[in-house]
């Protein structure tokens, strides 16, 4: 399992945000708005 910390574009309505990734033996992705500072987050599976 790993953690990263990055900021991505257009995953919120077009908007930036910083996006709390979460690598599992599937896809976990979390993201905070920073327009809104609310967190967002959608989940993948395989």
Known sequence: ???SLTRVSGVCSGQDAIALILYTDRY???YLNVNTNKL???????
């Open 40 to 46: 967002q987050y959608i989940h993948f599976s395989e």
């Open 1 to 3: 399992m790993s953690l």
């Open 28 to 30: 976990f992705y979390m």
